[in-house]
């Protein structure tokens, strides 16, 4: 069974700038989870799309939106790029009892 | 407020040498505990839920145990390969978004 799948692996991007990620769950996970992992922090949850619709965010400002489509799969968007969204970037299924599986993530830089 | 914290932050051992990782939780009651293990630049990898208290799980040298405050993730005889970062998470019942709130890791380095 494949794993969730993320991309790109890397992605550099100047100030200003919009960065789109993409994610595709396990299949017949329908809820996906993103994280941001930035150096030196743990894991803040993002943002949460069950069944097509984003059910929930994190305090995060509204320049991180996404989208997930009918197969389930999800995009993440930053628009107005700033050097601290520099992370590690982390989409994760979540399963039949809760527990959730994380891809290998994008790592975003902005210069 | 929900919260998770993890001991140490760093350990050091040396192969063969067994040990405890510490997680201490606040949580409006738990939905489930999560530990996984993340290599330098990876996604996390699932170890084990944990989801009430006296209960214990096993995967090879590791095993993971849960009270009503803390739980316990013991390595048993490590090898240089368990070297990596164990996280912690819980997810509370109370929250209806499922997401998880993750301690900060314990680095773990075991030397041959």
């Known amino acids: 069974e494949a794993g969730v799948t993320q991309s790109p692996t890397h992605l550099i991007k100047t100030r200003g700038q919009q960065a789109t990620l993409r994610c595709s769950p396990i299949?017949?996970?329908?809820?996906v989870y993103w994280y941001q992992q930035a150096l030196g922090l743990g894991l803040q949850f993002l943002l949460w799309?069950?069944?097509?619709?984003?059910?929930n965010r994190g305090n995060f400002p509204p320049r991180f939106s996404g989208r997930q489509f009918p197969n389930y799969s999800s995009e993440l968007n930053v628009n107005a790029l700033e050097l601290e969204d520099s992370a590690l970037y982390l989409c994760?299924?979540?399963?039949?009892?809760?527990?959730?599986?994380f891809g290998p993530g994008t790592r975003l830089t902005v210069l | 407020e929900d919260q998770v914290t993890q001991s140490p932050e760093a350990l050091r051992l040396q192969e063969g040498e067994s040990s405890s990782l510490n997680c201490s939780y606040t949580?409006?009651?738990?939905?489930?505990l999560f530990w996984y293990r993340q290599d330098p630049g990876k996604g996390p990898e699932f170890l084990f839920t944990?989801?009430?208290a006296g209960e214990e799980k096993e995967k090879e040298r590791l095993k993971a145990t849960l009270t009503k405050k803390e739980s316990f993730l013991h390595i048993t005889a490590p090898k240089p390969e368990d070297s990596a970062t164990y996280l912690c998470?819980?997810?509370?019942?109370?929250?209806?978004?499922?997401?998880?709130?993750f301690g900060q890791g314990t680095t773990l380095q075991v030397k041959p």
């Open positions: 998470a819980v997810q509370a019942i109370s929250s209806n978004t499922g997401k998880l709130i």
């Open positions: 949580v409006s009651g738990l939905r489930g």
């Open positions: 299949s017949g996970h329908t809820s």
């Open positions: 994760a299924s979540r399963g039949a009892r809760y527990e959730q599986f």
């Open positions: 799309y069950d069944e097509g619709e984003e059910r």
């Open positions: 944990l989801y009430s």
